[in-house]
């Protein structure tokens, strides 16, 4: 079985991006602002002594079903001679991680939260060809988030078959 665990992003106020996904999608955090220091960040950093916190982050679904749906916000802390960042308003074509995308169930309220706790809304918020609405907005540092609000039409269940036990979609 294949899936995916987190999204990791990393972050210079890691304080005020955790704050911002709790308030605007009801994550909860698993553990915040915690320490790591090991052989694996040295060789992924490409230095020595490497420090790191890690504050974590689960959405209500990942939490009653116990995974997924994580968000890893890291923050270096070592005293690096200079750590690149991405331009404050990098396009979203560029090559790498584009965007973060979550299901919503209100994506108007959503909007306005988010442009309270310090995001933009960079797109109108679009019906799309499957009635879906979708928007794209800017966390307060810049990566970008995809709002899909589904329709009713388009939304499928996941169920279980009796006899083979494996899971099958269901469609409404």
Same mark, same amino acid.
């Given at each position: ?14 304080? =005020? ?9 009801d994550m ?22 490497? !420090? ?10 990942? =939490?009653?079903n116990g ?84 329709? !009713? ?12 036990? !494996? ?6």
């Amino acid at each position: 079985m294949i899936s995916i665990r987190h999204m990791g992003i990393y972050v210079k106020d890691i304080l =005020r991006l955790e704050a911002f996904y709790k308030t605007v999608f009801d994550m909860v955090t698993i553990c915040s602002n915690a320490p790591d220091q090991n052989n694996l960040l040295d060789e992924l950093l490409g230095v020595t002594c490497a !420090e790191i916190v890690t504050t974590k982050l689960i959405t209500p679904y990942g =939490r009653q079903n116990g995974q997924g749906d994580m968000l890893e916000l890291v923050k270096i802390t070592s005293k690096l001679n200079e750590i690149p960042q991405l331009p404050l308003d990098y396009p979203i074509f560029m090559t790498g991680m584009g965007h973060l995308a979550f299901e919503i169930d209100d994506i108007y309220r959503t909007v306005e939260v988010i442009k309270s706790k310090q995001g933009v809304q960079k797109t109108k918020i679009h019906k799309m060809c499957n009635n879906n609405l979708c928007c794209f907005c800017r966390d307060p540092e810049g990566n970008w988030i995809e709002l899909i609000q589904r329709h !009713e039409d388009n939304k499928v269940e996941l169920g279980i078959n009796a006899l083979t036990g !494996e899971e099958t979609i269901k469609q409404p």
